[in-house]
């Protein structure tokens, strides 16, 4: 039992592909970083890496060297800046896609070693349901479910948690709704989503928030620069950083309960 775990892992998931994930996680590790946290990124999305082209780098090494060699995952990150790290995937291997039961194990017994080292580790995990996708999700501390207000990305975000509730045991998500472009419109979908879980999965989704439609996200993503560096104070960046601070302060009042447990459920250092 690891009594000194301080790092809060989250994942970063959603039913449809495209709605934010990468450059929300990405962002919020600046955010984060701003505040003076440290984060690993880790790019769960092996069939179609993001992270890495979001920054515009060609990192020497990825996932497929943490899984294939000896090396840890400290010898595979690259250090974006003080305090913040990535853990890059690789595009384009089809056996990396899907991990199967040994590759799975092999993974998590190296990513326990970041225990401490970082005060939040965030899994951005590729769409949908893939076994390996709700793997990682199903033993993190927290799952964070992106959806956008269109009716699609609802219907397949309510499939992701239905999957993870119903094969896995799991009951709790927060829920963040990105591309909003009202309050009021991130409200309807939180509330539309939430109904349905607590009508047919009697799982109660908490509200994270929501983040607006911006279009320096889209001038950033062309630059490869995050719009957290490039456009600081743009409307994205500020959700981002309401985001960070409700994260921060969620670390902050469970740090005894992190302390006690592992940084990945169910896996000892
Ligand atoms: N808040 C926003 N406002 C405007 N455009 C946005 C916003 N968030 C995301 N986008 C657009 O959506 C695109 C997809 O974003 P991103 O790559 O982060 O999604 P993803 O969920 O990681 O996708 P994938 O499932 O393919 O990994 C961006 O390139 C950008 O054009
Ligand atoms: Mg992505």
Redesign the pocket.
Known sequence: MNNENSTLSLSIM?GK????????VLNLGYALREAGHSSMLMDC?LG?A?LDV?LGISPERNLQDLLQTDLSPSEVAVSIEEGLDILPATSGVPELVEMDEDMQDILFRKLVTLAGQYDFLML?L??GINHTAMAFAAITQLRIV?VTPEPTSLTDGYATIKVLNTQHGINDFLLLV??VTSQKEGKQTYERLAAACRNFLNVELRNLGY?????T??ES?RRQTPFMKFAPECN?AKDIRGLARKLMRYRQDNLERIAGRHILKEFPV
């Open positions: 959603s592909g495209g709605v934010g994930k990468t450059n929300i999305d179609l993001n979001l951005d590729g769409a992106v990105n591309q983040i607006r439609q911006d279009m996200i889209v993503v994205a």
